[in-house]
């Protein structure tokens, strides 16, 4: 019995030291992103006029089904490289960054080409009153052409990240998005372009970023390795693997954004004050959900390169290391928002009409926050195991069977309690199914090792 404790504790404090040196770096470097975002919605939201931060929060909605649910060229290429690098396959490490690349590329540039298109019908679905459509759109023009570098970066941060090269993904995202905020002070601030500026800001700021990850990806190849892997980089039977793969998380993603896309295009049917509250509200989560997504991107390293390694029995330390901390982030913006609403939210806008609508609902950020963390640490494990299918269907049945009826309601009596609870039921529902999976995974993998 002693030697079971001792061994189980040994093999948790193997990789501690490994698993905060990583998680720092990725949730200092995650936490740019939504930190940037809020600079557009705080340089906007003071102001006069508030149709400009309603716009960009309308137009939101379409780049977090463009840029957000393509989130999965990151973590589908992180799970890649980091059993790659477990399997020490140097040239598994860089196919895995050049498919992805590749199929990256070819989304960006459709992206472009079909813009109008995408405008047209987005802005034709979404609910807001002219003013705000129009500011909106403005935004948009602007930030699309930021496409194929937001892309391209999610490979590149998805692949430094399976090769535990955390530093050049911070140094990026510094860069990336310290300039985005210099840029929307120039354009918003100085030079009066509202919205415009604010799209024009965050296309410029990506490109920079990945001019960073450019550079260091021709510092760390060689080129006989990536003579190599080109030979066999358009392999059908791969390609084919790696599609599925991604193509089960690309569902997950769509369907994670169609809620919070479906929350907030019914927040602004209610009324453009709910649109901008819960809008405000969200900034927050957000704020928490990248945050601990930087937790999360470190376990699916680690889990895939466990896997890689055959090291199955650290997994299970490292989800409750993982979760532990997810949680005590989580608490943080929970507290900060629920105890001091006027200096949070005051921040972001000085529209006081707002700010004393947003404290009527800080405290839905208690269940949603705390559940949302739990969830995004169990998909992380599964991304590293590539399993996207448990994903794919974790996501399916929370939307059909929980969030649907819960939204319909809400939009049924306009209540906007009821908006909240059908996003957090999602959340709930995805722990309860991907933790339960968990268990039933874990139960298999100790089984092979016994065989």
């Avoid at 941060?157 to 090769?163: D, P, Q, S, T």
């Avoid at 080109?230 to 193509?247: D, F, M, R, S």
Wanted: charged share 10%; with cysteine.
């Amino acid at each position: 019995m002693k030697t079971s404790i001792y061994m189980s504790l040994r093999s948790y404090f193997s990789f501690l030291p490994r698993f905060y040196r990583l998680a720092t770096v990725s949730v200092l470097s995650n936490m740019m992103i939504p930190l940037a975002g809020l600079c557009d919605t705080a340089f906007l939201g003071h102001l006069k006029d508030i149709r400009h931060l309603a716009g960009i929060i309308l137009a939101s909605i379409l780049f977090d089904y463009l840029y957000r649910v393509l989130k999965f060229l990151r973590n589908s290429t992180n799970a890649m490289t980091a059993q790659a690098v477990g399997q020490d396959d140097a040239t598994g490490v860089l196919l895995a960054g050049l498919r992805s690349g590749l199929i990256a590329l070819a989304i960006a540039l459709t992206i472009v080409i079909l813009q109008y298109p995408i405008e047209k019908l987005g802005f034709a679905i979404l609910s807001g009153s002219p003013d705000v459509e129009a500011s909106g759109i403005e935004y948009f023009n602007a930030r699309i052409w930021g496409a194929p570098a937001v892309l391209l970066n999610f490979v590149l941060i998805g692949w430094f990240l399976g090769r535990e090269k955390n530093h050049i993904v911070l140094i990026m995202s510094l860069l990336g998005n310290g300039s985005n905020v210099l840029f929307d002070y120039l354009m918003i601030y100085r030079w009066g372009w509202e919205s415009l500026g604010a799209g024009l800001a965050t296309a410029l700021s990506q490109y920079l970023a990945l001019l960073v990850g450019l550079i260091a990806v021709v510092a760390s190849v060689s080129r006989k390795d990536l003579s190599q892997a080109l030979e066999t980089v358009l392999e059908p039977q791969a390609l084919k693997g790696i599609l599925t793969l991604k193509g089960n998380i690309l569902i997950r993603f769509f369907i994670l954004i169609s809620t919070y896309s479906l929350f907030t295009n019914l927040s602004a049917g209610i009324g453009t004050d709910v649109l901008t509250q819960n809008g405000l509200l969200l900034q927050i989560a957000f704020l928490s959900q990248f945050t601990v997504q930087g937790v999360g991107m470190t376990a699916q390293t680690l889990i895939g390169n466990f896997k890689g390694k055959g090291d199955t029995d650290k997994m299970l330390p490292l989800m409750s290391l993982a979760t532990i901390n997810a949680l005590l982030i989580a608490s943080v913006f929970i507290c900060a928002s629920i105890l001091f609403p006027d200096i949070v939210f005051g921040l972001l806008t000085n529209h006081s009409e707002v700010n004393q609508g947003i404290i009527d609902y800080t405290i839905w950020l208690l269940p949603l926050l705390t559940f949302t963390a739990s969830a995004f640490i169990l998909e992380g494990y599964f991304i590293g195991l590539k399993e996207g299918a448990v994903l794919r269907n974790a996501s399916l049945i929370g939307f059909c069977l929980v969030f649907s009826p819960l939204i319909i309601a809400a939009w049924y009596w306009q209540n906007v309690d009821l908006l909240w609870l059908s996003l957090t039921m999602y959340m709930v529902s995805g722990t309860f199914y991907l933790g339960i999976k968990m268990i039933q995974v874990q139960q298999n993998l100790t089984l092979a090792i016994g065989d």
